[in-house]
């Protein structure tokens, strides 16, 4: 089974630096997903960035960028000049390709991120 | 505006009662998803749809049940059987059953 493992319960960061989040897998697949989400205090969960498996280059969204290293099953997140509104759980999750069959997102227990000003 | 609707925001069921969470969507999106979250955990699957009237259990679906008569609903009921349903509720569709995007959530409590 696919397990997502995310080491940093939490994390603090000050406002206007850059804080890298980690995430690692672990997939017999070769053909997967993997995506960052953001939960804030509203507890709505919020898409930050989605990466597939088959492309070597590292998806980007404005501040947020990953870095996915395909062998060593490790995927993080960087966010780049930290606002208040970073504030929030992260959380990695992970989605077989399309010929995977189960639709389900496999999450970790994510890393609580505190933006000091 | 387009997007996912959750209610209640709150709900709170007594000891062998059923309950019923509401998800709503107008994004057109096919397939539809319930999640579970505790504390201290990421989320985990009860079940999900793929189209209208088909439906499969996920991870967690004992204690649950589903419906998915019309394309924008997909109710989900927490029976009487369902012996610890104190969690916070997350119900999400896809377009391309990829990627996921949820809506605003219910935190079902037990009196």
């Known amino acids: 089974a696919q397990t997502v493992t995310q080491s940093q319960p939490e994390m603090s960061v000050q406002e206007a630096e850059t804080v890298t989040l980690s995430c690692t897998y672990d997939t017999s697949e070769s053909d997967y997903y993997l995506f960052w989400y953001k939960q804030p205090p509203s507890r709505q969960m919020i898409l930050v960035i989605r990466q597939e498996a088959y492309k070597q280059q590292n998806a980007t969204e404005n501040r947020f960028s990953v870095n996915f290293q395909k062998a060593a099953k490790s995927f993080s997140l960087k966010i780049s000049d930290s606002q208040l509104g970073d504030a929030a759980m992260y959380f990695c999750a992970y989605r077989r390709g399309p010929q995977g069959g189960s639709e389900k997102l496999v999450f970790g227990k994510g890393t609580k991120l505190t933006v000091n000003p | 505006d387009g997007g996912i609707t959750q209610s209640p925001k709150y709900l709170f069921r007594k000891e062998g009662q059923n309950v019923t969470l509401s998800c709503e969507q107008n994004l057109n999106h096919d397939a539809m998803y319930w999640y579970r979250q505790d504390p201290g955990q990421g989320l985990r699957l009860i079940y999900y749809?793929?189209?209208?009237?088909?439906?499969q259990k996920g991870d967690i679906a004992e204690g649950y049940s589903v419906s998915r008569e019309k394309k924008e609903s997909f109710p989900l009921t927490v029976t009487s059987a369902q012996k610890n349903p104190t969690a916070f509720y997350l119900c999400?569709?896809?377009?391309?059953?990829?990627?996921?995007?949820f809506g605003p959530g219910t935190r079902l409590l037990v009196l």
């Open positions: 749809s793929q189209i209208v009237n088909d439906f």
């Open positions: 999400a569709s896809s377009i391309d059953r990829k990627t996921q995007y």
